[in-house]
């Protein structure tokens, strides 16, 4: 077998199977054959992740982590699923039942439908839309409201609280989030994901033009990355859900299988946002150097992937909880600005000849300002109890 | 009238008729956003996809985010107990009815036809050339309005001064 037809070994399958449907039931056959291996595939990566994490942060805090159930405890996910399944499902009396319901499939719907614009390999992508990234980022804003139903209909006053943080937070981090993915788009001139990766995997001297390798792409990947740790309400952004502080915030008032449902959606959003950054900054499906490309191309994406997971795990383990009011001073005073930086870098970028001057002044006008800003928000800062001027 | 049209368009007025006749607010704000998904999606099914991808950015994302946040702010109890009509339900009728026949003489008698030409394929490079170009002045227009918006969440968001 060449690597080609490995590398293809998942298209030619597909088309393989389509011969064999009569030509009426074409279009639902080819819609269920891209589909149903995102839906395997995704659910099983949460479940194994759900079970690295453990055992990671475990061994970060020096002790074991689920050791019981399977060899070296990776079997945990199997018994997580049969007791979520089996709990029974409380309603509180006062809550709103129909949203109560909603919310949980929405947030799970969101993020599924996030997946159809990732190309997970050459030629492997559900559907390639014209405007694919404003698409993602459409579908990612679903998951807001859905946050919100959750803690409205649960009638509870830490619900309320932590639904109205998660949603002050993820709107809040949504502007840098879209920012810095445009100096992608600024670069490739298109909005297609597919062209985006294509645009990326071409070598020269052996390395692949990934946007990484560019100052105002390094630092829209690094912004980019804080801001979708932020917006799936992720340590160290995860007072929302602070375990400490007010118990798990907008699913408290969830049990069993919607509980679940709550992390499945979670997980799946971080999935989706990482599988963005690979496919914007990390050039999706390509290897890093020309040298490496008889690798499978959908290998190297769940490497890229895995990657993006261990460091999720690895700063989870590391930092500690951001107050709210640190969170959002570092949305709009130190993330904000900065991305609005980094689209000016990008044109400078474009409109210099190549050279070592441009790598120079693109990566003064990106490290210059971020010394500065990050100075401001590291003052001493009074607190006390807002009074407004003109509100009260 | 294909069936997907009349789909989206009956699940588009049946979220703009909750939106209308629901009892609490925040339902009635969630059946609204069921109509603008309706509309998105009417977009979708015309071809038109930054209009359709945009309206769900917006308007679900940020429209209906502000409208639940407003009255979760403003609230002071539980759903009043109302009666399910108001006391003059007959005027209402008939205004509704007037302005029903005017838009519908307007639409009817402007001799719009299927067109005869296929719809372009207009790319989002085209939109942003044209935003550039022969739109430049709208957008600009657009963005003294947003900045006039910022300053105003931010006049009301100030803190009090120290007076000394």
Known sequence: MSAQTVDQIFVLIKAWLMGHVPIAFQPIASAILSVAPVLVVFPLLFAITTVLERKG????????????????????????GIKSLTKEDIIPRSADAVVHFLAPLLLVLASFLAYAVLPIGRNMVITDLNAGVLFFFAIGSMVELAVFMAGWSSR??????????????????????????????MATGTLSTVAIVDKQAVYTHGVAHWFLFTP????????????????????PFDLPEGESEIIAGYYIEYSGFKFALFFLGEYLGMFATSGLAITLFLGGWSAPVSFLTW?????????????????????????????????????????????????????????????????????????????????TLNRKQKLQTRTYRYAD | MTVTFL????????????????????????????????????????????????????????????????????????PHAEPALS??????????????????WAILSSGI????????????KQIGDALMHSYAVPLEIMGLLLTAALIGA???????EKTP
């Open chain 1, 216 to 235: 105002w792409g390094f630092v829209g990947f690094i912004l980019f990355m804080i801001a979708a740790t932020a917006e799936s309400n992720r340590s």
């Open chain 2, 113 to 124: 036809t299927a067109p005869a030409t296929e719809a372009p394929d207009v790319s989002v």
């Open chain 1, 57 to 80: 942060l475990g061994r970060m805090q020096n002790r074991y982590g689920p050791n019981r159930v399977g060899p070296y405890g990776f079997l945990q996910p199997m018994a997580d």
């Open chain 2, 7 to 78: 789909i989206l368009a009956a699940l588009t007025i049946i979220g703009a008729s909750a939106a209308m006749g629901l009892r609490n607010l925040i339902h009635c704000v969630l059946a609204l956003t069921l109509g603008f998904v309706g509309l998105a999606m009417l977009y979708l099914e015309l071809g038109a996809q930054f209009v359709g991808f945009t309206q769900i950015l917006v308007y679900v994302g940020a429209v209906a985010i502000l409208s639940v946040f407003a009255i979760m702010m403003t609230r002071s109890a539980g």
């Open chain 2, 154 to 160: 931010v006049i009301i968001a100030m803190p009090q």
């Open chain 1, 156 to 185: 509870s006053k830490y619900s309320l609280l932590g639904a109205m943080r998660a949603v002050a937070q993820m709107i809040s981090y949504e502007i840098p989030l879209v920012l810095s993915a445009i100096v992608v788009i």
């Open chain 1, 295 to 375: 690798i499978p191309s959908y290998i190297w994406f769940f490497l890229k992937l895995l990657v993006f997971i261990f460091v999720f795990i690895w700063v989870r383990g590391t930092f500690p909880r951001l107050r709210m009011d640190q969170l959002m001073g570092l949305a709009w005073k130190f993330m904000l600005p900065m991305t609005l930086l980094n689209v000016f870098d990008v044109g400078i970028w474009h409109l210099m000849p190549h050279g070592i001057l441009r790598w120079i002044v693109c990566t003064a006008v990106l490290i210059l300002p971020a010394m500065l800003l990050s100075r």
């Open chain 2, 87 to 104: 006391a003059s339900w007959i005027i209402g009728l008939v205004v509704a009815g007037a302005t029903f026949a005017v838009l519908a």
